[in-house]
């Protein structure tokens, strides 16, 4: 029924980059806010990026300039391109989608970036 499965995580050396792909559930992509969280070891899971179903994007402070969130409509699929990494990026990475006007949050189980300095 209802899925979110993340790919594209994995080790790169500090100022590299990874492209992180979320495919989606056509059933609530086409009508959700997707986004990408992320949550680093002993810290509080928090948000990175969000794309609305109108090309509206949003970025936290600390990823600004050098990520980049894209929805592709025709693969129910939401991607974030991340550039220059930091060792500070290091953490779990979730994909998440929000229904618009409906009790409806939804996530994927997670995938693992690490960025050595």
């Known amino acids: 029924q209802v899925q979110l499965v993340e790919s594209g995580g994995g080790l790169v050396q500090a100022g590299g980059s990874l492209r992180l792909s979320c495919a989606a559930s056509?059933?609530?992509?086409?009508?959700?806010?997707m986004g990408w969280y992320r949550q680093a070891p002993g810290k509080q899971r928090e948000l990175v990026a969000t794309?609305?179903?109108?090309?509206?994007?949003n970025y936290a402070d600390s990823v600004k300039g050098r990520f980049t969130i894209a929805r592709d409509d025709a693969k129910n699929t939401v991607y974030l391109q991340m550039n220059s990494l930091k060792p500070e990026d290091t953490a779990v990475y979730y994909c998440?989608?929000?229904?618009?006007?409906?009790?409806?949050?939804?996530w994927g189980e997670g995938t693992l970036v690490t960025v050595s300095s």
């Open positions: 998440n989608a929000v229904v618009y006007l409906a009790n409806m949050n939804y």
């Open positions: 056509r059933a609530i992509f086409r009508v959700s806010l």
């Open positions: 794309a609305s179903t109108t090309g509206s994007t």
